[in-house]
């Protein structure tokens, strides 16, 4: 390998607006999508990473905003992501309760972990790379309650399938598994498969979930959950070895503030994501499905609003 | 629970064509899609599954076929899937050579593993549950060699969404990963980013690629290698307790054959969907972004075809 | 100009479907698809014209069926196209009436024109042009009535740019006007505008409806009017100049069966194409503004079905 | 009919952007998108028309810009639009030459009608409806030269349904006519028909071109022609009666600077959507039919850049 030139590349800071990024134009930040944006396009933004900075998800977060809240008007749906895994801190299972959790308990704490043991050891494995210049990822799990049966698509737009594009959508993120995911390939289809039973209110139920929600690309009616994972933040404060865009081996120290663990931000971003998929199908479902009954015993129609006092009040 | 009224559901087999459905009709599957395409359309086809079983990608594996070839002839892309993944038997990281690895090492054996040894254990593991009427799933690891560099959109169309909504779209598909996945989690960035150099031929590579050949959303040139999770097929030969399309509890005993792992099978799915995704970002990008180059020393064209004689005699 | 070399292209007959096609590929019937197809795609379906056939629009009235029925029932649109030009023959704008018009009528001639005596004459400017081999086109008039107000959109997809592409796509189509179209121009604002009052039944209504039921891209409760010009049958059995497909000047003398004039036989393609728009618009409005009704007293929501047995039974 | 009571309503004017736009809100002016947009979605912008003004057109003339641009320098493409028809001034048919007509011919006058003398008289027309408080429309013409063979799609999507939609995106227009459009609908077949011939240079072209350079749905390489009508601008200075928000009959002024013909700002419009139909239209076609041509002795390859300082400089 050849020796690479030292460069010292300036990292976009609140409080230095005005800082230099003449540097940071010369070395493409390794596993960034600084070297990729010039081989697609030929020129790309420094400042902040353009495009690739998570900055671009505020409108996502925006729309899902509005989504969340007409979800929740129209069928009561609920979403909430939290923080699952830092690092080697994993949360586990059975820590949280699905039906139960609310977003007081996740946002109790500034990883977004709802359990406060985990949240305290999830700070401690980050404080501990901050001071180190290096950086870490983690895993969001997203839950969605009272999504209406029936929604989604049963080939190439499957729910599932939507909710992954969507989710590996997002900056840094490397991986989806919906209910069981990848664990659920260690079951035995007699092991894994949720039955289904009827309940007392007369709903045709499944005693286990792992589905995840989704069966067939379609809701089934039961909680939709579904992980995310997120790879340590590529910009780090430790000296590493690249290129330049002009194509010399170079020693680059990023210098200015980074992040050392983007994962506690990427829970509204989860969420978003999936409030917009869900009101998607939502809208596509009534007006394929809804309009047009086929089989009422079956079908459990969302209907429509029957007045303006209804719903219009509450989306202001 | 109510004591279930016993059903006995056939599923079909190809000896066995004009079986009688009519039970099948009574009782939905656990964790099939039979339930849910009721609630969303008020009907469904019973016969063999309809739009939910995995014959539906048929026209998938068709369109792939082609894909393959173009992407081959166009730009020297290679894609192999393989079975990494059967019930418990996991095909180690190092077993499998990315670069070297062949279509005939795959096509050696029934469970499409490129390792004879491991072939052994998963042709073992799903005989093993076979006799019991029992069913396992399994993982699929597909690589794409030869991508050219700048592939893929920087936001929503991100080369890894694409490839995520789509393999999530084949039957009981619960996760993807791509490039270090979920266990990248457990790494720093500094141990996780993949570093820049310049090799002998003068092109930008990685040192080492937990990337999986994307970077923010567009290919950067090296090895595109990804996972789906396929859980264990729905269809088993047990018993299981479930509920009637009447909202009855019953027992369910399907009769007839299933197939007690899918995941060998899915091999072909995944190669096709990757292809379909690849051929489709290739003709965007030369849309994109070789009518009007920027700057050729960043970008690397793909080029037009110069002669009829160069790709027309290849294609028939 | 080289004199030609005399071809003699055979035309396919639904009575010799066997016939010989290969003199057909060697000469571009002009204004024909032949050539434009050899531009694009280097290859063309000879046989029937392929693609370019207004066979190919089936699908579109086989959908189109399902779409006229479902508008019926959910809103009691009604949607009937007549011809009103053949040639030089012109329908007096004022002998038919927009509002009492009937499918009886239209289909009580060959030419599907609505009043007798122009019936006549149109028959007969057909059989007049059948005799010497030559063709002619004319003008599909098109109606929608109880089309629900609001359907559409303000911007790029209004309601009037949706009908003109579906009737553009239309083979041999080469106009469409929607309400006072070309003609309109020659009014003044004052003359032209379509003044606004209450009806008894408290509507908002216009007293004139040179709009065409769409204002601003969008329905305002009138009937929805428009037009469309098809050329006349580009396949004529008179002796033409063009070129060969190995670019040689040729005389062409197409001999078989063809249709002197395809207007009447559009009638159905415009009514179907139609439909699907407003099918599809309608869809789109009851996701986008009947979910969550901002307004009540402005908006008249078209509602969803409130029973099975509205419904369903009709549409099987 | 009610009488109805008066209401002066303020229009917008760029010298009162201040203005009191209460009484606006009160009555829906007769042919705008007032009423439509109340009855869609029970809201609308009062000020200045919101997205049904034609002020909406700004973002699509600035990409039109650089789509003229780019199809200018990638294969010489040159679209240019100008006003054929004020009220009843009529530009006949051979004043322009579709061939050598220039820019400059139609910005010399401010309605932008090549014809110096036909613009006197159009000038003429609109200033006598100005001083009544009047207004008029009017037919813009079309043409785009050079535009490559093959461009386009054979059935739905064919390239006249797309501008044809394009234009009837546009505020005000009615109505769309390519080549010949509706007046074709006077001749026959033999009369009609482009006779194929080839040129000098060993081109397939057509004699005459009332097909408009698009046959099949898919540009021939003569020169694409095609005419829009716009109707008289709605907002007009005379006493109208209409209704108000409320459902109340009454009468309307409308008062402030109101446009007595809009259609010579139509052009640039017209101008800019056909820029971006042919700009989709010719990035869909390199995707689709360069990567791989099948036939190049019938194909036109219009081919990538074969260097940077072929393209790029041109486009800063």
Redo the contacts between chains.
Sequence with gaps: ??TGTPIHVFVPNTDQRGGDYSEMAKA?R????D?????????RAVQGGG??SAR?TIGRVAAGALAKK?LK??SGVEILAFVS?V??VVLPEDAVDFETVTMEQIESNIVRCPDPEYAEKMIAAIDK?RIRG??????VTCIARNVP????S?????L??????????L?A??????????A???????????????DEA?N?R?RTN???G????????EIIYF?V????????G?K????S?E???VELLARGRHDPCVVPRAVPMVESMAALVLMDQ????????????????????I???S??SE??PN?S
Tied chains: 1, 2, 3, 4.
């Design positions: 390998m050849t493409y390794p596993s960034h999508a070297a990729t944006y010039d081989f697609k396009y030929g020129v495009r690739s671009e007409i008007l129209k895994k690092h080697q790379v290096d950086s870490i990822g983690g895993v049966r029936g929604i989604g049963p080939v190439f737009d499957k599932e399938a939507e909710l992954a594009k969507a989710m590996l959508s900056p993120s490397k991986g989806f598994e919906i209910g069981s995911g990848f659920g390939t260690d079951f035995t289809g007699s092991e894994h498969n949720d039955e289904f039973y009827m007369g045709v499944t792992r589905s995840g989704v069966q067939g690309g379609i809701s089934n009616g992980k994972a997120f790879k340590p933040t590529a910009t780090i430790k590493q070895n690249t290129v865009r194509h010399q081996d939502l809208m596509a479902h009534i007006a394929q499905c809804e309009m047009f009954p086929l089989n009422f015993s079956l079908q459990e129609p209907g429509m609003a007045s303006a719903l219009a989306l």
